[in-house]
Every structure is written in C-alpha cells, then in structure tokens.
C-alpha cells in the first residue's frame, strides 16, 4: 500500500521503517524535508493511508500544511499525543477534560477517515509488540468503521493479535485513550521503563 | 481501627461495609445524617483514618464539613472522582488536565495525609479484587509514605496481593489516576460492564 507518514521523530521513523518491512511505499513527510524526508504535503498526497505522528502540538499545523486536499477521503491514523515538559517531566498531558486530538483533527479535516490507535504505548511497542511478554492491548476509535477495519489489518500485521485490538468506539473515545497517557506518564516509574503495557482483565 | 467514611453513596457504603466485616469501628458521614449515617464532622472526629467517598464534585465542601481539625495529622484515603454527565454518558472526567482532585484536597488541607487510591475500579473491584481472575493492580499516591504504607496494609486486608499494588509516587500523580477514568469509562463497553480492571505488564 502507499502510506505517508507525517512527523521525523522516533515515532514517524518506527512506524515508517515498520511499514516499509512490511513491504508498503511508505514516503515520510516532515516540515523541512530534506535527507529521507518530503514535504508534508507530498508525504500525505502519496499515501492511500496516512499516519500522523507529528508532535500532537504541531499537529494541526502540520496536517494543515499536509493539505485537507490531500487528506480527504483517506484513513488517517492519529497516533499523536500532546506533551507538555514546560513544567518539567512528568509533562502535562492532553489539551483539555473535554475534547482531544483525535476529536480536534476530525472537526478540522472533516473528510479524512480519523482513527485514533497506537498512542497509549512507546514506539517499540506499537511495531513489536511482543517485545512485552504475556497478553496486553491496543485501542482504536473512530466514526468510519471501514477505516477502523483497515487499522485493525494493519496493527495485526505489526504483530497485534486480533483479539487485543480493542474498539473503543466513535472518535470522542480519543479523549480517553490521550487522558490515559497522564497515567502512562506514572506507570513509567513503576514498570522501569517506556517498555509496558496495560491489559484488559474483566470478571 | 476507628475509621470515618465520608459518603453514604455506592462507593461509601461499600467500603464501610468491608471495614466493619474486617472488625473496624466504622462511622458513615453524609451532608444529612440519618439512617446510617453521622454527620460529616462526627464521622472525621472519630477516625484514626477518614475515606473520602464524595462525589468528586462536592468533596471539598463535604471535607471542609468534615473540618480541618478532625482531618489533621491524619491518612485521608482519597477515593473520589469528578464525573461531569451533564451532557450525557460518558461522562466528562477529571478536574483539569493540570491538577486533580487529590492534590486539590491535599492544598486544601494541608495537614491530612491524603493517599489518593482505588478510584480506578468499581466499589465492588475495590472491595473484592477476587471478582476478576487473574492479576490486575490497583494504584497508591501521595506525599506521605508512612501514610501509604497504612493504605497499603488496608488494600491487602481488601484482598489485594502487595505486589499488585502500585506506588506511583507523590500527590500529583493523582492526575494520572483520575485522568485514566475518562478512559475507564469507554473500556467498560469493552470488558461489558463495570467490573474489570487494567494489569501492567513490562518488557
């Protein structure tokens, strides 16, 4: 598949070299381009699909920059969280009790196919998820059941099994799945590390 | 022990109800009295340690009832949440993205010893951890650690095995804790009902 992958950082390159294992046409987009990088508006006009993973307090920036054009009809995969360090680690977390990313992204691109997925775990996990032994899992959400269903393809190919890939509904869910990096952000300390995960148990 | 368990709410009678089944002498406050319940104040006065089962909304008018002096120098288990559901299921959750009840409290009364705990989980996954297989964890914070180490203690005597029970360090990771039920609340059509939990799992 052609996928543009929006955003250079640790992120945009994991999941870019991931995809590109994978076999997709994967052209990243950054807003200065430049080494392995295009425009951002480049990088979304060749992606069937497009991942962004910009810093989430650039992102609205960076997909305007990418083009509503380019972006329109297509999945876009909103892996982006906004971290706020201005008060030093642990950074602040999300944009507000009442609204996310995710939510701000679809009101802005109204035509792009928004799933929020991915961003409740470190890099190396989302492409590898098995580098955390045992059963844990992976959130999507969004208003296009069709696009969910092509994220959930691809997060089974990055080694998700299907039944840990869990549907949290249409895209105000974003809300949580942001809101619960402030309690990742904690769960660090105690799991030594960015290398954890949470798994669902019900009675 | 003698403990003061402010709320005559689900989560309130709950916990009075195991800490009297566990041989503590148990008084319940509410805004009101009857019934079961004591006023506020007399609830505070007589315990060595004091749950705060308010609705998050109202715990600070229902702990300045309660009053400062029948709060100091002791372990205040914070378990409150702020659920919005004004406008409708799911509610919006949590205070501020930059603070949270816990820390809210622990300015407010700056001589208890607040241990924000057990807000992540259903009254009866509070009580009974048994009710869901397997490992799951429930989350301690707070500023003080012989203050934690006492919930610590009353969380195993709950039925929660020490190493499931997570130290996320000081007050403001109460943020995290509270943050992470605007996520609880969309897991729950996930798990089918109110009565599951989060287990973490590291690389």
Redesign the interface.
Known sequence: MRIGVLGTGVVGTTIAGKLRELGHDVLIGSRSAGDDAVPFADAAAHGELVFNCTNGNASLEALRSAGEDNLAGKVLVDVSNALDFSQGP?P???????DSLGERIQRAFPEARVVKALNTVSAN?MVDPG??????DVFV?GNDDEAKARVVELLESFGWPADRI????DI??A???E??V??????M?????A?????????
Chains 1, 2 share one sequence.
Do not use: K
Not at 131 to 136: A, D, L, T
Not at 166 to 169: A, N, S, V
Not at 182 to 187: D, P, S
Not at 195 to 203: K, R
């Open positions: 642990p602040i977390v999300g944009v507000s009790i009442e996990v580098v955390i032994p045992g059963e844990h959400s869990l549907d949290l509904g105000t869910a809300r949580g799945q809101l619960y402030a309690f990742w952000v904690r769960l300390d105690v799991a030594g590390g290398t954890f995960n949470i798994h669902l148990v019900a009675g």
